[in-house]
């Protein structure tokens, strides 16, 4: 990675002992020392420290600074720092530039006060004036008295973190960096988790862009003073540098804010430098070249020392850059707090475009190629963004071709985001690359892309659009400028283009609907849409050499274009999200509309003509009518051509039985029979001639058939086809003058007499055949192939749900002798059988571990359907509802699997029967437990893993109750008493101190505790008290789980926090919780899994290191934002620890061990602070696709410590190694 020079002798390392101990290599110290293991503090600002501190620091930072990896930034230091002093002597020595520390004492021998901490802070928040006044006020101050007014700018970035604290000369004076911080630490307000960039109100609405405003005008209008001074800008970058390694989550953040735009303004000053050297350079060259009599050597004496005094300045310009890239940048492009990772990332991307010379290298580039794999949406939005900005512009794109081949297939992935804005941003991308870079987009690249032009959002089906026509239909249908003048749409390029439009949407064969590929292209190649002329004269042609389907696509391109164009929005299935038109649309909506009607009034009874025998292509040019101001056949005198679109009609009509095209005509006659017309006199007498032509048609095939003693096939086909040209005008329009109730009475009544309608002997021989084949059926559910057992089970599934007594519902009463009810026998076998091939495990399955991966899945849908057969015989009323026990109890174990299947079914018998669903949920418990207590006995039953997973069934369950506590009020304490029942339903032996073997289930009844109400608790405790008077217990000697049962109905809990073991947990103070941004962000199935009332209220501090040796399970990622993936709740509770899976769900405590010592005995707020960070890794495989993962998460992504890790390592992801290598 290129590394930018350091610029003044207060970089170097051996100058003198006030340069070794220089705020900004204190600030690189402490940033590697944050890196590695410290015992102090993870943080440490660089403040002003007395000489026996500055000599302390001087020999460590040396230390550190030629041991950490990546020196280059050091060794630049170092070099230039030897440069700088060989080439103009140092600057003033200490005697003349006061001690750091001097600086806390006034200029003029008052005492020391508090610096006014709120005057800019409240300035800035008010932004009451503009910020160029603001500095200027500032900048007189630090002339009058500069220690006070740099103090009044630390407070200001300390206070605008949401830090009550201030920082006084006396701290300033006598406390050490850490002292400092630590102090700050412990005044910052516990209240609320919000501060400045994140609070919410009018108030801080503004305060994000008026503080970054701030500190881009505080560099601009230092850019000639104060910039090169050695005090102020090295220690606020040393402040920020030490800040935004904090611990606590508002000074990370607003610092790296601060820290990043800070970086953002020098990079524009470094930029000014280079431009004014470039012109120093030519003007010295132009004038060292004049001749010896015009030469003025005072002229390039003064050049000279202009351009020397130029790159003095751009290398100290680039040594803070350095430092800022290095001290916070590196560290902070990974953190854990997403919203401090895009920052990072939008600020590099603006570095690159606007000073490519330094940036645009693949050192930096790395930086934003490793991000794109960033699990949380923002951050990927922010890439995206980046690189649009550089393959814009086309004199960059030459040296992003290494990045390009590197990172080009996580581009191209990314168009399958799971978020669509960021999709949407992938394909824009995409098309940039596509123009600026020819050739590196692939044809597999490319038709990865094409599928998109038909998703249903519309933003990113647009944008998938635009990729489509400038990669196929631009090249071709565009023509060069020629002769000076560029000639567009020429007759000849338009055929062009729908050619090449028929040709993608016939050969792709992707989708079937042509309305949402000219949606998807309408913005982009909107005028070649609207090119009606062209797309009927290739109609109309007779030798235009397209096939039958090619002409229906044409058909269709040409109605969807006209709909678009008419109605002004997509086709169904596509939101715009916006409520309406704006004016200007609405105008060229007019427009549109009325042209498209004046060129196909004429054109289209041609048009039915041509394909009148043909049902595919009449019935959407019938629906043409919809998109028509039909007031312009009278404004333009075109009834002769009204005439002639009746004529069409009729003999469509006549000619036709489809009813699609009955339909499409019966509505175009609709929409011309408005009585607002001046026509619809000449309308309504064709429709007339229509329906009495169609009328009579009828009754003399009626009389026919009536007649008849013997149905011939074609008079009945004749009938049936005039019946549905009838039935269709019947919906549109009244034809109650043409007495139709008649005839057809007549005409069912001969259905009935000739024996159409199915008699009482009929049905019972159906439904003898009918149980002779469930028989059948039955006794291959024990054949020995299993490929016959499922379609026997499949075929068993429809045939008892056609014939179930929903069969009766709607009127079909006549249909109850065909009710079948099988008998238990087979009820049995089929659960039986939903057992042995359904509820299996992975080990189980015939093939083992060497079967494809599309043979498993095609194994799992089969298993899916057989379940979901079972489970509508259960809703539909085949089976007892008892049944449904044998699904359930599986829910948790096979929720990766059937977890939709089983829920909704969980859903559908709740609202059939509450109480009925909530004694099949304590049955399902009842039998998992009867069944393990048969297997492995009483003793040590509640630490199995098998009863840990019970005990997640369980919550599982207590949770599918949902939010109404008080409709549910009933149910739930019913299944206490009957748990309680079965709890005590077997009596150890009479003198036996163990037991009761049942007892063990009140644990998992303690789940459903916290759906009580806290009276319903008490009544719950002495009934419970009541049913073990009459059992013998061991004085002295409380069983487990009646102590964990009778905690979790203790007043003061509501959650079943309990350790397996019986030991009540201590509640521990809160000192960090999730924001409420994340409490937002969780997902349903995240929703679904998690206790009520377990989330803590959310407090200020963050922690970001993680403390070894203490128990805090795995120490697995959370990011704050969500994962890109679909979280599913299955894995909330699996921890590695089978005893830890007993755990209550309250993912933001940490259990206390049985001796009473635990984490909050431990660690006060301010070790916490003093904790190493930890670094976690992005992983590469959470890809942000459509398709939800189905892999179970770890239960310690969910159980949040106090925390958090500030850095994520991204480095550790595949095929993201260093591009310099």
């Known amino acids: 990675m290129p590394t930018h020079r350091s610029s003044s002798s207060r970089y170097q390392s051996s100058s003198s002992p006030s340069n070794a101990s220089s705020p900004l290599r204190r600030a690189v110290a402490a940033g590697r020392r944050s890196v590695s293991a410290s015992s102090s503090s993870s943080v440490s600002v660089a403040m002003p420290c007395d000489d026996r501190d500055s000599e302390q620091n001087s020999e460590g930072d040396s230390e550190s600074l030629s041991a950490g990896e990546g020196s280059d930034f050091e060794d630049s230091l170092?070099?230039?720092?030897?440069?700088?002093?060989?080439?103009?002597?140092?600057?003033?020595?200490?005697?003349?530039?006061?001690?750091?520390?001097?600086?806390?004492?006034?200029?003029?021998?008052?005492?020391?006060?508090?610096?006014?901490?709120?005057?800019?802070?409240?300035?800035?928040?008010?932004?009451?004036?503009?910020?160029?006044?603001?500095?200027?006020?500032?900048?007189?101050?630090?002339?009058?008295?500069?220690?006070?007014?740099?103090?009044?700018?630390?407070?200001?970035?300390?206070?605008?973190?949401?830090?009550?604290?201030?920082?006084?000369?006396?701290?300033?004076?006598?406390?050490?960096?850490?002292?400092?911080?630590?102090?700050?630490?412990?005044?910052?307000?516990?209240?609320?988790?919000?501060?400045?960039?994140?609070?919410?109100?009018?108030?801080?609405?503004?305060?994000?862009?008026?503080?970054?405003?701030?500190?881009?005008?505080?560099?601009?209008?230092?850019?000639?003073?104060?910039?090169?001074?050695?005090?102020?800008?090295?220690?606020?970058?040393?402040?920020?540098?030490?800040?935004?390694?904090?611990?606590?989550?508002?000074?990370?953040?607003?610092?790296?804010?601060?820290?990043?735009?800070?970086?953002?303004?020098?990079?524009?000053?470094?930029?000014?430098?280079?431009?004014?050297?470039?012109?120093?350079?030519?003007?010295?060259?132009?004038?060292?070249?004049?001749?010896?009599?015009?030469?003025?050597?005072?002229?390039?004496?003064?050049?000279?020392?202009?351009?020397?005094?130029?790159?003095?300045?751009?290398?100290?310009?680039?040594?803070?850059?350095?430092?800022?890239?290095?001290?916070?940048?590196?560290?902070?492009?990974?953190?854990?707090?997403?919203?401090?990772?895009?920052?990072?990332?939008?600020?590099?991307?603006?570095?690159?475009?606007?000073?490519?010379?330094?940036?645009?290298?693949?050192?930096?580039?790395?930086?934003?190629?490793?991000?794109?794999?960033?699990?949380?949406?923002?951050?990927?939005?922010?890439?995206?963004?980046?690189?649009?900005?550089?393959?814009?512009?086309?004199?960059?794109?030459?040296?992003?071709?290494?990045?390009?081949?590197?990172?080009?297939?996580?581009?191209?992935?990314?168009?399958?985001?799971?978020?669509?804005?960021?999709?949407?941003?992938?394909?824009?991308?995409?098309?940039?690359?596509?123009?600026?870079?020819?050739?590196?987009?692939?044809?597999?690249?490319?038709?990865?892309?094409?599928?998109?032009?038909?998703?249903?959002?519309?933003?990113?089906?647009?944008?998938?659009?635009?990729?489509?026509?400038?990669?196929?239909?631009?090249?071709?249908?565009?023509?060069?400028?020629?002769?000076?003048?560029?000639?567009?749409?020429?007759?000849?390029?338009?055929?062009?283009?729908?050619?090449?439009?028929?040709?993608?949407?016939?050969?792709?064969?992707?989708?079937?609907?042509?309305?949402?590929?000219?949606?998807?292209?309408?913005?982009?190649?909107?005028?070649?849409?609207?090119?009606?002329?062209?797309?009927?004269?290739?109609?109309?042609?007779?030798?235009?050499?397209?096939?039958?389907?090619?002409?229906?696509?044409?058909?269709?391109?040409?109605?969807?274009?006209?709909?678009?164009?008419?109605?002004?929005?997509?086709?169904?299935?596509?939101?715009?999200?916006?409520?309406?038109?704006?004016?200007?649309?609405?105008?060229?909506?007019?427009?549109?509309?009325?042209?498209?009607?004046?060129?196909?009034?004429?054109?289209?009874?041609?048009?039915?003509?041509?394909?009148?025998?043909?049902?595919?292509?009449?019935?959407?040019?019938?629906?043409?009518?919809?998109?028509?101001?039909?007031?312009?056949?009278?404004?333009?005198?075109?009834?002769?051509?009204?005439?002639?679109?009746?004529?069409?009609?009729?003999?469509?009509?006549?000619?036709?039985?489809?009813?699609?095209?009955?339909?499409?005509?019966?509505?175009?006659?609709?929409?011309?029979?408005?009585?607002?017309?001046?026509?619809?006199?000449?309308?309504?007498?064709?429709?007339?001639?229509?329906?009495?032509?169609?009328?009579?048609?009828?009754?003399?095939?009626?009389?026919?058939?009536?007649?008849?003693?013997?149905?011939?096939?074609?008079?009945?086909?004749?009938?049936?086809?005039?019946?549905?040209?009838?039935?269709?005008?019947?919906?549109?329009?009244?034809?109650?003058?043409?007495?139709?109730?008649?005839?057809?009475?007549?005409?069912?009544?001969?259905?009935?007499?000739?024996?159409?309608?199915?008699?009482?002997?009929?049905?019972?021989?159906?439904?003898?055949?009918?149980?002779?084949f469930c028989e059948l059926c039955q006794s291959c559910l024990s054949d020995v192939d299993s490929e016959i057992q499922e379609q026997a089970f499949v075929l068993l599934s429809d045939l008892l749900l056609i014939f179930s007594p929903q069969m009766i519902v709607g009127g079909r009463e006549f249909l109850r002798p065909l009710v079948f009810i099988p008998e238990a026998t087979l009820q049995s076998e089929l659960a039986s059988f939903l057992m042995d091939h359904v509820f299996i495990q992975p080990g189980e399955l015939s093939s083992g571990h060497s079967q494809e991966d599309h043979l498993q899945i095609e194994q799992l849908h089969q298993r899916r359907r057989l379940l979901a057969g079972f489970c509508k015989l259960l809703l539909y009323g085949v089976l007892e509802m008892d049944a449904a026990s044998d699904v359930f109890k599986h829910y948790n174990k096979f929720y990766n699997d059937y977890g939709d299947i089983i829920k909704e079914t969980l859903t559908r018998a709740r609202q059939m029967d509450r109480s009925h669903c909530s004694r099949i949920l304590l049955l399902s418990l009842t039998q998992l437990y009867t069944e393990l207590l048969q297997e492995q006995g009483p003793q040590g039953l509640n630490e199995l893993p098998a009863f840990i997973e019970m005990r997640d069934l369980a919550r599982r369950f207590a949770l599918s109750f949902g939010p109404q506590q008080l409709q549910n009020r009933d149910l739930v304490v019913m299944l206490h008493k009957e748990g309680i029942k079965f709890s005590l339903s077997e009596l150890p032996p009479a003198g036996s101190s163990s037991q009761p073997p049942n007892l063990a289930f009140l644990e998992l009844l303690s789940e459903f505790s916290p759906r009580l109400f806290h009276q319903d608790k008490q009544l719950l405790l002495s009934y419970l008290e009541k049913c073990l008077q009459r059992v013998s217990q061991a004085p002295g000697r409380p069983w487990g789980p009646v102590t964990t049962y009778c905690h979790s109905l203790s007043p003061g809990e509501n959650t079943a926090e309990v350790s397996p073991q019986g030991y009540p947990r201590s509640k521990k103070r809160r000192v960090e919780g999730p924001s409420r941004r994340h409490r937002e962000d969780v997902s349903a199935s995240q929703e679904e899994s998690l206790q009520p009332n377990s989330i803590p209220a959310t407090p200020t501090l963050t922690s970001t290191a993680v403390k070894s040796g203490q128990p805090l399970g795995a120490s697995e990622e959370m990011e704050e934002g969500g994962s890109s993936e679909l979280a599913f709740p299955q894995g909330l509770y699996l921890l590695g620890n089978p005893r830890s899976r007993s755990l209550s769900p309250q993912h933001f405590q940490t259990p206390l061990n049985p001796s009473g010592s635990g984490l909050g005995k431990q660690l006060t707020r301010l070790s916490l602070m003093e904790e190493d960070e930890e670094e976690f890794e992005i992983q590469n495989d959470s890809s942000e696709e459509w398709q939800g993962s189905g892999k179970s998460s770890s239960s310690s992504e969910h159980r949040l410590d106090l925390l958090d890790s500030t850095e994520l390592n991204i480095e550790a992801l595949p095929h993201l190694h260093d591009m310099t290598t």
């Not at 490519?356 to 693949?362: G, P, Q």
């Not at 044809?443 to 990669?471: H, M, Q, T």
């Not at 002329?533 to 969807?560: F, R, Y």
């Open 78 to 772: 170092r070099r230039n720092g030897k440069k700088r002093a060989a080439k103009r002597p140092l600057k003033p020595t200490p005697a003349k530039l006061p001690k750091k520390r001097s600086r806390t004492v006034h200029a003029h021998g008052q005492k020391e006060s508090e610096p006014p901490a709120s005057d800019l802070f409240d300035a800035v928040k008010g932004a009451k004036s503009d910020m160029q006044s603001l500095v200027d006020e500032w900048l007189d101050s630090y002339k009058q008295d500069q220690d006070a007014a740099f103090l009044e700018l630390v407070n200001f970035f300390i206070r605008s973190c949401g830090c009550k604290g201030t920082v006084t000369p006396e701290m300033f004076k006598k406390m050490s960096n850490s002292e400092i911080i630590r102090h700050l630490t412990e005044q910052f307000n516990e209240d609320s988790g919000d501060y400045p960039l994140t609070a919410s109100g009018p108030s801080w609405k503004k305060f994000q862009g008026s503080f970054c405003e701030f500190v881009r005008t505080l560099v601009y209008q230092c850019q000639y003073s104060l910039l090169y001074d050695g005090f102020p800008m090295d220690n606020l970058i040393s402040l920020l540098t030490g800040l935004s390694d904090s611990q606590v989550r508002a000074f990370r953040h607003t610092s790296t804010l601060a820290a990043m735009k800070l970086m953002t303004s020098l990079v524009r000053v470094a930029l000014q430098l280079s431009l004014h050297k470039d012109n120093n350079q030519r003007q010295y060259e132009a004038e060292r070249n004049k001749g010896p009599g015009q030469r003025a050597p005072e002229r390039l004496e003064s050049l000279l020392e202009k351009r020397r005094e130029l790159q003095e300045h751009q290398e100290e310009i680039e040594g803070m850059m350095n430092a800022l890239f290095r001290g916070v940048f590196v560290h902070r492009y990974r953190d854990v707090l997403p919203e401090i990772r895009a920052i990072c990332i939008e600020e590099i991307g603006s570095w690159m475009q606007s000073y490519s010379t330094s940036f645009l290298t693949d050192s930096y580039l790395k930086y934003i190629g490793w991000t794109l794999h960033d699990k949380h949406r923002d951050v990927r939005l922010k890439c995206l963004k980046a690189l649009q900005g550089l393959y814009g512009n086309q004199d960059l794109t030459a040296r992003l071709e290494l990045f390009t081949s590197r990172f080009k297939d996580r581009m191209v992935s990314m168009v399958m985001d799971r978020e669509y804005d960021v999709a949407v941003e992938a394909v824009r991308l995409l098309i940039l690359i596509l123009k600026s870079m020819e050739g590196v987009l692939t044809d597999a690249d490319c038709e990865s892309i094409y599928p998109v032009v038909y998703a249903s959002n519309r933003a990113l089906a647009s944008a998938a659009g635009e990729f489509l026509y400038w990669k196929l239909f631009y090249p071709e249908c565009e023509t060069r400028a020629v002769g000076g003048r560029e000639r567009r749409r020429s007759p000849r390029a338009q055929r062009t283009f729908f050619y090449l439009l028929l040709s993608f949407f016939v050969e792709s064969e992707l989708h079937d609907h042509a309305a949402y590929l000219v949606d998807s292209l309408w913005d982009c190649a909107g005028p070649l849409l609207k090119d009606w002329e062209s797309l009927t004269s290739l109609l109309l042609e007779k030798d235009q050499n397209l096939g039958d389907a090619q002409e229906s696509t044409l058909v269709e391109i040409l109605v969807s274009s006209v709909r678009q164009a008419s109605e002004g929005h997509p086709p169904v299935g596509r939101a715009t999200g916006r409520k309406g038109l704006t004016p200007k649309e609405r105008k060229i909506q007019a427009n549109d509309k009325v042209k498209l009607t004046e060129h196909l009034i004429p054109l289209l009874p041609q048009l039915l003509a041509k394909f009148s025998a043909d049902a595919e292509k009449v019935a959407p040019l019938l629906q043409l009518l919809n998109y028509f101001d039909l007031n312009i056949y009278c404004t333009r005198r075109l009834e002769k051509h009204l005439e002639l679109l009746l004529q069409q009609l009729q003999e469509v009509v006549v000619k036709h039985a489809e009813p699609a095209v009955l339909e499409a005509g019966a509505h175009a006659l609709y929409l011309l029979c408005n009585p607002e017309f001046t026509f619809f006199s000449r309308v309504d007498f064709a429709r007339s001639q229509l329906v009495d032509l169609l009328t009579d048609r009828f009754q003399q095939e009626l009389e026919e058939l009536l007649q008849s003693s013997f149905l011939d096939e074609d008079e009945v086909y004749s009938l049936a086809a005039t019946l549905k040209r009838l039935s269709a005008f019947y919906n549109a329009h009244d034809l109650t003058r043409w007495e139709l109730y008649e005839p057809c009475y007549q005409l069912l009544r001969k259905a009935v007499d000739t024996g159409e309608v199915p008699h009482q002997k009929q049905l019972l021989g159906l439904k003898g055949r009918m149980v002779a």
